[in-house]
């Protein structure tokens, strides 16, 4: 009797779809949201290379320069007009420096703190025809606990870094 018990309940198959898909939701869930949280990073990095482009135009041309108000706020504003959504104004660090050729990048590296965070070696817009050497950078903090510290690490945090180069135009006319 307790035999034919024990093989009627081994023999039922009524339950095996959801311990199938019990045991597969797990990891399904985890590569979702995985996915989900890449696509928001990139987008992140995506809009800081795109605000450091826009920002930079501003150098380029000259606008910051002969605009009058601080050249440092004038352009974090740029930066933040660009990217509202994803990147939070108050975490990004802003280095530019001039140079006085294009061969001086290979020596003007990016310094970090004790963190991993850009330290800025100040802001100097330069002038017209002058080199300048832009570097923006932003801690992307990742939003999921439980996947961040397996894709950024274990401050479930990635630094991401826009780098321009560019020459100004000459945009001081005689006369003017």
């Known amino acids: 009797m307790l035999r034919k018990l024990i093989n009627r309940w081994v023999k039922k198959r009524d ?25 928001i990073m990139y987008t992140g990095a995506s809009l800081l290379e795109g605000a450091t482009s826009s920002a ?7 606008q910051i320069q002969q605009s009058g108000a601080d050249p440092e706020t004038a352009f974090r504003q740029a930066i ?10 108050n975490d990004i660090q802003v280095e530019v420096m001039t140079m006085a050729s294009f061969s001086d990048f290979g020596a003007m590296g990016a310094n970090y703190d004790g963190d991993g ?12 025809n002058d080199r300048i050497l832009i ?5 992307y903090e ?4 439980f996947i961040g510290p397996l894709l950024a690490g274990p ?12 020459q100004t135009e000459p945009y001081e006319f005689e006369g003017a």
């Open 142 to 145: 990742m939003m999921t606990p």
């Open 56 to 62: 930079a135009r501003m150098i380029r041309t000259g």
């Open 80 to 89: 933040c007009d660009y990217a509202t959504v994803i990147i939070n104004c």
């Open 135 to 139: 570097r923006v950078a932003y801690r």
């Open 155 to 166: 401050d479930n945090s990635h630094l991401f870094m826009s780098t321009i180069v560019l």
């Open 117 to 128: 965070n850009l330290v800025s070696q100040g802001f100097d817009a330069g002038a017209s």
């Open 15 to 39: 339950g095996t779809t959801a311990i199938e898909f019990s045991l597969l939701a797990i990891p399904y869930v985890f590569l979702t949201v995985g996915i989900i949280e890449l696509s």
